[in-house]
């Protein structure tokens, strides 16, 4: 019975992430055509941030992960 419940999770997941992923497609194709907005300051100041942080945060996986490596530290 703990089998067949899993399974219903785990076909329940893909059935959602596919549709998630449908909506997201949708927004996308949707906001196509219409124009760029101008971004204020605060606006500029969280995508720049955002940037900072992501390029942070990948930087710091791949060192960690060069230190974890048996042989390479």
Do not use: H, N, Q
Request: proline residues 4%; charged residues 10%; without cysteine.
């Amino acid at each position: 019975m703990l089998i067949a419940i899993v399974l219903v999770a785990e076909v329940l997941v893909v059935v959602w992430f596919a549709v998630f992923s449908l909506m997201l497609l949708s927004m996308y194709l949707d906001s196509r055509d219409l124009p760029m907005p101008r971004l204020d300051t605060a606006g500029r100041s969280l995508i720049g941030s955002a940037k900072a942080a992501f390029i942070t945060g990948m930087l710091a996986l791949a060192i960690l992960t060069v230190v974890e490596i048996p042989g390479f530290a």
